[in-house]
């Protein structure tokens, strides 16, 4: 899985044009204009003891992170936030502070009440068991 980081154009009060990684900067506000909407980039793996979900949610933390389930559904939303240079403004970009947003449903196969969550470097990782009804299990034959 790859990981990317954004890169915001801006200008400082001298007028050069920088380029810079927009992860290691204090924060300054865009004008304003609509949020976009994204679906993140997903991987997911079955295995027999549940679901892995994977998530890149570059620029979103902890805090501006919602995972919630509602009946047999599923939810992620996540606000990214780019931040800019002290004393820059932004000239331009592709997509500003985005929102990402993804549902999914869930199987009554699956324990949505043990759903675990981790987020490190803008990767969100979700792990959905089984309920132990649902996993495999041997069945021992005996002889009469």
């Known amino acids: 899985m790859t990981q990317t ?3 915001a154009v801006a200008k400082n009060t001298q007028g050069t044009n920088v380029s810079t990684d927009a992860r290691r900067s204090s924060q300054v506000q865009a004008p304003s204009r609509p949020r976009s909407t994204v679906m993140p ?3 997911i793996y079955e295995t027999a003891d549940g679901v892995t979900l ?3 949610l ?3 933390s902890a805090d501006r992170l919602q995972i919630r389930t509602e009946s047999d559904r599923l939810f992620i939303e996540g606000e990214a936030r780019i931040d800019v240079p002290e ?4 000239l331009h970009t592709e997509l500003r502070d985005p929102v990402y947003q993804r549902s999914f449903s869930l199987s009554r196969e699956m324990d949505a009440s043990r759903i675990s969550a981790q987020l490190k470097d803008g ?3 979700l792990t959905i068991p089984r309920s132990e009804a649902a996993k495999p299990r041997k069945i021992e034959v ?3």
Do not use: E, N, Q, S
């Open 87 to 90: 004393g820059f403004t932004i």
């Open 142 to 144: 005996r002889t009469a």
């Open 58 to 60: 570059p620029g979103v």
């Open 54 to 56: 994977i998530a890149d």
């Open 123 to 125: 990767v969100l990782t």
């Open 5 to 7: 980081t954004d890169i």
């Open 41 to 43: 980039h997903m991987d």
